[in-house]
């Protein structure tokens, strides 16, 4: 293997302690890919044609911290070209009957498992996360894919409804595309909170000018170029690049609607520049998600749940796991199994299945890591597991971490981390659990452990979060795209999946038909008597119980 990816198992010892940490190095197949195998000069060419840019730019994997591809950069007067192109183009998309916008994505859906070994060595190269972790990105995106494929028509076909005078007001309800829609996606989850955010935009009707991260752009490009081959036109979807604070306020002031996924503090600065033009948005922002582990859980599944939710693509996913709280008379035996299995996790950075989690994004998400575990440390906690870089492995790679004995005026108790990084607390009485894990300002994601369904739903009424899993960690909830998914409180507005998903793409238009008689006086009535007359009306449609 060359040096691109980093050591190889002899360096290292593959299923062996690397000499940093505790935590085993997962081992590298025979012949793996490199990142020059996977983003040779062709591959950057042929995705990045379409991109409205006049600057140039570049990205980096980090599994290296070395420069991955270069890139166009877009300048404002690039975003409005590439708003104006595809403006242009949405109307005569819209006029397209829903059936044939839909059937895009069906053929999306297959084209993506079909060709899923090219993006996940994409979304593995630009995020630093392990296979299986972008492969819930591929599971992710099929899913939304079919579901908007299959009931987009219900969701937007016309709906009749009783009018204001019953048989004489008749009544239909249109959903419109608003027009451009403009998404700014983060760089965690490159191809999911891309194309997958984007579909029912599109078969709702709208175009869309998405602004990629830099870092992350090439697996939503990959995602623009099979959505083409699966039959969108090409100026329905525009890609702009560059700098968050130059090109991001560009999208949001040209576009008619705005879809963000970031930081809560971006979500403020979109949502007051959305605002001042009277523009909707939907934002989905931070959080600092918790774990119960109530007294009659099953300790071994939900240990092993807790991993999954805390440590999946090295916890830097929206709905990941931050906080565990667990009941004090299954706590010593729940930390020692969680414990262990944290230990266990096979670390890595090869473009392979095997590993348990890779590596953090880069510099600034592996300084802030280890800023709350050092400063925690510092402050009296105590590191039950991990707490250490592992440049042996990657630049950026830091071992999956427990802490114990956090308090509030440590970091790490209240803000987010966004990495590999949990803190674990005891708790006796579960109204104060429950009292505990609603005392942050966000309110996004939260995991309940219990062997009664009931009271694990009773506990999960009682969450001020978007969304609450019982026994797993995060993907049951995010993964049932018939429902509504997002976040309460600093977690964000509005919703992804389900009706919300897609209607919040369109504009609802009320037409009502008059029949026989005007609504105002007639046949000779004067004001009173038309006033009597509508009374009485009104009392009969109370009496027979209309809605």
Known sequence: MTD?????????????????????????????????????????ARLTRDVVGSGRTASHTPFTARKLADLPESTPEDVATAFDRARSAQPVWAATPVRERAAVLLRFHDLLLERQAEVLDLVQLETGKARLHAHEEVQGVAVVARHYGRAASSYLRPKRHIGAVPVLTKVTELRRPRGVVGQIVP????????????????VSGNAVVMKPDTEAALSALWA????????????????????????????????DY????????????????????????????????????????????????????????????????????????????????????????????SLAYGADMGSLAGERQLKAVTGHVEEAVAKGATVLA????????????????????????????????FGPVVSLYRFGDEDEAIRLANATPYGLNAS???????????????????????????????????????????SGLGRRHGSEGILKFTEAQTVARQRLLPMGPAFGMDDEAYAAF????????????LR
Not at 229 to 248: I, K, T, Y
Request: charged content about 20%; proline content about 6%; overall charge neutral.
């Open 224 to 255: 623009r170029e099979l959505l083409i081959e699966a039959g969108l036109p090409e100026a329905v979807f525009q890609v702009v690049l560059g700098e968050g604070p130059v090109v991001g306020p560009e999208v949001v002031r040209h576009a």
């Open 448 to 490: 309940v452990w219990t062997r009664d369904t009931r009271r694990g739903h009773e506990v999960a009424s009682r969450l001020r979060v978007g969304t609450v899993n019982i026994n797993e960690a995060y993907a049951s909830a995010y993964g049932s795209v018939r429902s509504p998914m997002g976040g309460m409180k600093d």
């Open 386 to 417: 991990g707490g250490v870089a592992r440049s042996d492995i990657g630049p950026y790679v830091y071992e999956p971490t427990v802490l114990e004995g956090v308090e509030a005026p440590m970091a790490v108790c209240a803000e987010e981390t």
């Open 534 to 545: 509508m009374s009485r009306g009104l009392r009969v449609m109370k009496a027979v119980r």
């Open 258 to 349: 705005v879809s963000f996924t970031g930081s809560t503090r971006t979500g403020r600065e979109v949502a007051a520049r959305a605002a001042a033009r009277l523009v909707g948005t939907t934002l989905e922002l931070g959080g600092k998600n918790p774990l119960l582990v109530l007294a009659d859980a099953d300790v071994e599944k939900a240990a092993a749940g807790a991993v999954r939710a805390c440590f999946t693509s090295a916890g830097q996913l929206c709905v990941s796991v931050e906080r565990l709280y667990v009941h004090e008379s299954v706590a010593d035996v729940f930390a020692e199994r969680f414990v262990a299995r944290t230990k266990a996790m096979r670390l890595g950075t």
């Open 4 to 44: 691109s990816q980093g050591p190889t198992a002899s360096d290292t010892g593959a299923g062996l302690p690397g000499p940093l940490g505790t935590n085993p190095v997962a081992a590298v197949p025979a012949g793996a890919r490199t990142a020059a195998d996977v983003v040779t000069p062709d591959v950057v």
């Open 187 to 202: 760089w965690n989850y490159p191809l999911e909170l891309s194309v997958g955010d984007a579909l029912p935009a599109f």
